[in-house]
């Protein structure tokens, strides 16, 4: 899908607050509402935007974050689809990233509390055969959170 300047903008726009009205956006990008809606439905139909969430404030919510370094013991398809696929099925697996170097996976958790979290990792990866090796870090103080793509 070509994206161009008006699509880079009104895209920035939604990542930032996606509950703007379709006026709202229009002003900003110099579009009609209308034109706004076929833009957004486009976005839509072709995948660049895949979903919509509410983001919830963390200090509100409670809890904690913390980032698990994972190696696996043996480099097999079988063994990564199987970690890929606990971390999928997993509420408390904000995000997971299979890396490049000494470690294979970085698993950012959120937990109720240190105890949950230590639960959690036992769980997900001390009982886990093909987990060589995890190092959990519990995250004192979010400096950043987001997801928002420059464009």
Known sequence: MAVDEIDRR??????RDSTRTLHDLGEEVGLSP?????????YRKE??????????DPERVGGMLAAVLVTIDRESVQHH????ERMLR???????????????????LACDSIAHCRD??????????NVKRFDTMPVFDPVKIG???PL
């Open 10 to 15: 009104l895209l920035t726009l939604l990542q």
């Open 34 to 42: 209308s034109a706004v809606q076929r833009r957004i439905t486009r």
């Open 47 to 56: 995948g660049l935007i895949a979903r919509q969430v509410e983001v919830l």
């Open 81 to 84: 689809a199987e970690i890929r």
């Open 90 to 108: 997993s509420p408390n697996v904000q995000q997971c990233y299979a890396i490049a170097g000494e470690w294979d996976y970085l698993v950012v």
């Open 120 to 129: 959690l990792v036992r769980g997900m990866f001390l009982e886990d055969p």
């Open 147 to 149: 997801l928002e793509l």
